[in-house]
């Protein structure tokens, strides 16, 4: 395993994008992006290109959030494994989360049109 000083990453989710999910809850948008990456069986893969085992990188993995005064929410992705010096799992993980938020919006937009 290699050990990276981007190990953290962190991402803003704003009060306008959480309203475009079920509950606007930031647990709910969480909750749905993790059992999209279940589904997607993102665990298993990411381990073989970290070469890592799964358990191995589950347990290096830790979402945190909190709310920030102007009631947006930071979720910060910890993990301590990389690969070559561009990637990271804490990296992959927030550009997965940055893309499923967008996802979901657009699909709402369009839906609205």
């Known amino acids: ?5 981007e190990a953290v990453q962190k991402i803003e989710i704003t009060q306008s994008q959480l309203s475009y ?12 992006f ?8 993102w665990l298993n ?3 073989k290109r970290f070469s890592v ?3 191995e990188l589950s347990d290096s993995l830790t979402i945190n959030y909190h709310e920030s005064s102007d009631n947006n929410w930071t979720v910060e992705v910890i ?4 690969g070559n010096e561009k990637s990271s799992v804490a990296k992959e993980v927030k550009l997965n989360l ?5 996802r979901v919006i657009q ?3 369009k839906s609205l049109q």
């Open 34 to 41: 993790m059992a999209e990456q279940h589904e997607k069986n």
């Open 1 to 5: 395993m290699n050990f990276n000083v």
């Open 53 to 55: 085992t799964p358990q």
């Open 98 to 102: 940055k893309n499923y938020v967008s």
């Open 107 to 109: 699909h709402a937009n």
């Open 21 to 32: 999910f079920p509950d606007s809850s930031i647990e709910g948008v969480l909750n749905s």
């Open 45 to 47: 893969k990411a381990a």
């Open 79 to 82: 993990s301590t494994i990389s």
